[in-house]
T-cell receptor, first 111, second 114 residues
Framework: KNEVEQSPQNLTAQEGEFITINCSYSVGISALHWLQQHPGGGIVSLFMLSSGKKKHGRLIATINIQEKHSSLHITASHPRDSAVYICAVKGYGGSQGNLIFGKGTKLSVKP | AAGVIQSPRHLIKEKRETATLKCYPIPRHDTVYWYQQGPGQDPQFLISFYEKMQSDKGSIPDRFSAQQFSDYHSELNMSSLELGDSALYFC?????????????FGSGTQLSVL
């Protein structure tokens, strides 16, 4: 079983829909990252969370430490949101970038 | 704003050759991380450097080595290349100004070993 599980693996939505991507992890963590990867490989860091909730524009990320679960929400989705969204966790010890990555959720938003 | 720069963008090598990948962090970032992402695979952490010293080590093969230079750029040296080394190699940097909180990623180097 992977230490970081994401669901769904693939998601197709219509423009304007509210989207939720889930991440569950089985290890103790000091932080959780949500990353966005576009075709061609470029990765953008969206959020780093250790507790609670963060919001940036149409993106909202939440984390429940007790349940070892995080969600990424996209409101009013747009075709430009189409990308792979990756959840990655930082365990205790090691450098900040020593992350365990999920397999990603491929999101496609249709106009 | 300046981002993390990686070069080359694409690299084609043959088996048993060597390759050198470069990563230039955001100015004033003192920490660099390297990752390997095989086709259809999730990224794997390889190694990191802080202030020119290795700070952490992940699943980096013994055939690979890396270093961080005085200008904080980093190079990943890969020798005796194997077909299985074909992957996207990307780096990230972080710095004290943001409390090392946020990672900034480069676009990656796509290595193909033939």
């Amino acid at each position: 079983k992977n230490e970081v599980e994401q669901s769904p693996q693939n998601l197709t939505a219509q423009e304007g829909e509210f989207i939720t991507i889930n991440c569950s992890y089985s290890v103790g963590i000091s932080a959780l990252h949500w990353l966005q990867q576009h075709p061609g490989g470029g990765i953008v860091s969206l959020f780093m969370l250790s507790s609670g909730k963060k919001k940036h524009g149409r993106l909202i990320a939440t984390i429940n430490i007790q349940e070892k679960h995080s969600s990424l929400h996209i409101t009013a989705s747009h075709p430009r949101d189409s990308a792979v969204y990756i959840c990655a966790v930082k365990g205790y010890g090691g450098s900040q970038g020593n992350l365990i990555f999920g397999k990603g959720t491929k999101l496609s938003v249709k106009p | 704003a300046a981002g993390v720069i990686q070069s080359p963008r694409h690299l084609i090598k043959e088996k048993r050759e060597t390759a050198t990948l470069k990563c230039y962090p955001i100015p004033r970032h003192d920490t660099v991380y390297w990752y390997q992402q095989g086709p259809g695979q999730d990224p794997q952490f390889l190694i990191s450097f802080y202030e020119k010293m290795q700070s952490d080590k992940g699943s980096i093969p013994d055939r690979f080595s890396a270093q961080q230079f005085s200008d904080y750029h980093s190079e990943l040296n890969m020798s005796s290349l194997e077909l299985g080394d074909s992957a996207l190699y990307f780096c990230a940097s972080s710095g004290r100004l943001r409390g090392y909180e946020k990672l900034f990623f480069g676009s990656g180097t796509q290595l193909s070993v033939l």
